[in-house]
């Protein structure tokens, strides 16, 4: 009865947009959802929205080491 509640759960979060989807990819240990990645690969460099997306890619690519 609660298959609903479960169903939720296989979702991630998604780290560009933020919200749980249950399809996307794996970037190291981040959750990119696709609409996300299909936004992305649209996205030109001319585009505002670039600078989003590189933004918030580079807290995946570029975890905070301090050394
Ligand atoms: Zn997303």
């Known amino acids: 009865m609660d298959y609903k509640l479960e169903n939720k759960q ?3 979060n ?5 919200q749980t989807k249950a399809a996307g990819l794996h970037l190291y240990t981040s959750f ?3 609409e996300c990645e299909r936004s992305m690969i649209r996205t030109e460099t001319s585009d505002p929205n670039y600078k989003y997306f590189v933004h918030q890619l580079r807290k995946i690519t570029k975890p905070e080491i301090y050394s």
Do not use: A, M
């Open 14 to 18: 998604c780290v560009v947009c933020g």
């Open 32 to 34: 990119i959802c696709t």
């Open 10 to 12: 296989y979702g991630e």
